[in-house]
């Protein structure tokens, strides 16, 4: 079993930034890629950014030229690093890690607000 805990989240004002990490544990079946999510009330999870473990990344477009995302493999760990935030980035941020099998484990969701 693979666990993922994300932390990071919080209240920052338009224009601010956040960094948000994700801690991976367990018996990952390498390589894997690791992405980040984020689901808004009412709308459907979105894909925000992902990268391979080569370190290939993809990123929404309401993202692209903001946020980054960055892995330390030998810690396990994914990061997301989210500049000149925006009200609309609001959302509940969520880590995903897929495995060699295609299988998808999800970590519980850090909040994101946006606001002023």
């Known amino acids: 079993q693979v666990q993922l805990v994300e932390s990071g989240g919080g209240l920052v004002q338009p224009g601010g930034s956040l960094r948000l990490s994700c801690a991976a544990s367990?018996?990952?079946?390498?390589?894997?890629?690791m992405g980040w999510y984020r689901q808004a009330p009412g709308k459907q999870r979105e894909l925000v950014a992902a990268i391979t473990s080569g370190g290939t990344t993809n990123y929404a477009d309401s993202v692209k030229g903001r946020f980054t995302i960055s892995r330390d493999n030998a810690k396990n760990m994914v990061y997301l690093q989210m500049n000149s935030l925006k009200p609309e980035d609001t959302a509940v941020y969520y880590c995903k890690l897929r495995d060699r099998q295609l299988y998808d484990y999800w970590g519980q969701g850090t909040q994101v607000t946006v606001s002023s």
């Open positions: 367990g018996t990952i079946l390498r390589p894997s890629s």
